[in-house]
């Protein structure tokens, strides 16, 4: 079974919209901080975050083979930044909604 690649929450909010709320999370901060490697991910999660490195890590990864972070071998580490703006990434989905209604609806 293939797995649904267009993630839709209507009662989220912003990005969380369209992504799930760790991807959401990391994403957020990407684009604030322009950069990230996994440890830095961590750290900027805070104390109450509940995630392993190696969750936050995967994700990172998925984010990257999705296309909205490009991943750079760094040493040891990857550096993960933003492959496209948060205003071109809700552009985008909110388009692909759009489509979706028109095709759906405009029949």
């Not at 296309?67 to 989905?93: V, W």
Request: aromatic residues 10%.
């Amino acid at each position: 079974m293939t797995p649904n690649p267009f993630y839709f929450d209507p009662d989220a909010t912003g990005v969380a919209v369209f992504l799930g709320p760790t991807e959401a999370r990391l994403m957020e901060l990407a684009w604030e901080k322009g950069e990230l490697t996994v440890k830095k991910a961590q750290f900027f999660l805070g104390e109450n975050n509940q995630r392993a490195y190696t969750t936050t890590m995967t994700v990172l990864s998925r984010l990257a083979q999705k296309g909205l972070l490009s991943r750079e071998k760094q040493g040891k580490h990857h550096l993960y930044r933003p492959a496209l703006s948060r205003e071109d990434f809700l552009t985008r989905k909110i388009a692909t909604v759009t489509d979706c209604l028109d095709r759906n609806f405009n029949r």
